[in-house]
């Protein structure tokens, strides 16, 4: 039974296995617990794939988990917050940076390159392409050029703000 009205989480770092599976593990059991969940977060980035996970449940559960952003949206933190349909606010004087998908994350020193690397190219440059197709409508057409290219493109607080439709 759900008792109390608010529970809280504040994560904090990049996404990689182990933090996805804490934070979904705190997500399940305040929710468990409590009847809305708003979660503190700062994100420099990390994997693309756990990123996913994350932005899967936690849109499963959108209408009752508030994400707080409170200093940096890196790279796939900043995907986090984009894709995330729940309700989003900033606070203080957050800043995003966005840009394509590498391949040259810290995760990849743990797996097999030689057999990974083809493989990892052509789901790389997939993911590219569907991303920026999800950009399109959301960048200004200089944004979406300078992502486009391979730049990164840096956005302050109130262009963020305006981006991911912060109340």
């Known amino acids: 039974m ?15 296995v182990k933090s996805t599976t804490w934070l979904l ?9 409590y009847k809305q969940v708003i979660l503190y977060f700062t994100c420099n980035g990390g994997s693309i794939s756990d990123s996913r996970v994350v932005i899967d449940y936690m849109n499963r559960y959108h209408s009752r988990i508030e994400m707080i952003c409170t200093w940096t949206l890196a790279s796939c933190g900043l995907d986090i917050a984009l894709f995330f349909k729940g309700r989003k606010s900033i606070i203080g004087s957050v800043y995003g940076l966005i840009h394509l998908g590498t391949n040259t994350f810290d995760s990849l020193d743990e797996m097999d390159k030689k057999s990974f690397t083809a ?9 590219n392409r569907a991303y920026l ?26 262009r963020l703000r305006t981006l991911l439709n912060c109340k």
Request: aromatic residues 8%; contains cysteine.
């Open 133 to 158: 197709r999800k950009l399109k409508p959301l960048l200004t057409d200089d944004e979406y050029d300078r992502v486009r290219k391979g730049e990164d493109v840096y956005l302050n607080a109130e």
């Open 119 to 127: 493989f990892n190219r052509e789901c790389l440059n997939q993911n």
């Open 25 to 33: 593990n705190e997500l399940d059991a305040k929710l468990k617990e």
């Open 2 to 16: 759900i008792d109390h009205i608010k529970g809280f989480i504040r994560f904090e770092g990049p996404i990689s």
